[in-house]
């Protein structure tokens, strides 16, 4: 054997590291899928240790030091997001015997549609026959039948799946008390939100609720309810939502709407939904929707009506009631993530939006289905975690969840330069600012954090350099993302 390919080998073997080609990691993701570690309020500890079990306990320790628990509490990065391996096997027996050139085709069509009111929505074309100027995709949607909610299973998700994950895993972290026991999943699909609450909270979870206009889909649903590593306790589906709970029950303590928002087509049809979800929620509402200016407008218009709805005073009308001078207060509620004031959005009149970013491996399906050769993709997602009653406020907050409600939130990806790191962070004065965190002015803890903090973070120090407002003057504009795995998700849906 040559020499350079005895040192390759040797150098290979010593570091127990291997180089593993894409296609044959794509191969096996069905085998190592599994949902990812994250931090606790048990454990805060985990998450920067999550990639890193090889090093040994030693060097794990010394570099969980090197943070204080305030500083690994703030942090939401989970690394890539997959389907657990138990899901993956059991979509894989769904779509057994299913004709894979049709699958892909119907894959194509989803993506069409999706694009059509999403990115694609404002593009135009010039035709040279009428010399009109018409949209490059006719805005449409497409009916879920059988063959189209097994491509949806196949191909969508992943990427749904792995956005719902990060925000549940924050709300699990900034509540640690919550264990719901009731689910409502509006526009369901084939329950991709279920899998991943019953995930979160696997003991606690006693009833769970499908709502999706689509009978293939919720025919999905029923078959996989049952499966191994999906289990869902008393799983009902229904093809409407009512406009307000039904006779002899209760309010669902979590109720999700995941990427469904902006397949509604008027505002008006959005604002009746958002106050109907919100008429079933007993606890915690989570809206989750695509990372787009107009997906990101949609989850801003529905946090400003629910809060203007439940934390306003009405004064009384009546004669009696004005002499006393009564007023009468509703029940409240307030944001739990991720804004971290009450205040109307201040990214609405910026260049940019509201929104995240999560990184999802790709599993055998949709390598397949959509035809893609990178194993991973990232999903682009607006949230918002909106629940009743009013924020209890202490003037000396004893646990790490209670003081991160006073924590500013990074919007952005910090800017990180030779001495210094530029923080862009949605703060508690309600504006956008933006600050510089240096090892000279922010000291040696502080700079190494912001070193290592990421895009959607929270940030538990204050500042040592002047903190510049940032005054937005731009609406944002409608981005061409390109590819629609990073924006575009879910069918049409609707409430009756």
Known sequence: MPSFLLRSVAVRHTSTTFSVPCALRARGLSALASEPVAATTNSITDEVTQNDEVHGHEEISARQKRFTPETLFSRNYIGQVSLPAEIVDAITGELRGVNRKQLKRSVTRIQTSLRSTGSAAKLTKYTKQTGEIVPLIDPHTIHYGDIESLAF??????????????????????????????????????????????????????????????????GISERLASKEGITLRSLQTRRFLPSSPLPNTTKADLVIANFALSDLTTDAIRQSTVKTLWEHTGDILVLVDRGTPAGSKYITDARQWILDHENQVEESTTAIKDELKITETKTGAHIVAPCPHMQTCPLITHKTWCHFSQKVLRNTHMLTTKQCKQDHEDIKFSFVILRRGHLQNSSSPSTIPEKSFAFPRLIAPPKKNGGHVILDWCG?????????????????????????????????????????????????????????????????????
């Open 428 to 496: 508690t004065s309600g504006k956008i600012e933006r600050t510089v965190v240096s090892k000279a002015k922010g000291g040696k803890e502080a700079y190494l954090a912001a070193r290592k903090s990421h895009w959607g973070d929270l940030w538990p120090y204050k500042s040592s350099s002047k903190v510049i407002v940032r005054e937005g003057t731009h609406v944002a504009e409608e981005e061409d993302d390109g590819d629609l795995d990073d924006h575009e998700h879910v069918a049409d849906r609707f409430v009756r």
């Open 153 to 218: 299973l196949a191909a969508r998700t992943g990427p749904t799946y792995a956005a719902l994950w990060n925000v549940l895993k924050q709300l699990e972290k900034r509540i640690p008390t919550f264990s719901p026991k009731s689910v409502l999943d509006f526009a369901s699909g084939p329950g991709t939100a279920l899998w991943a609450v019953n995930r979160v909270w696997p003991d606690s979870v006693e009833q769970n609720v499908a709502i999706d206009i689509s009978e293939p889909m919720l």
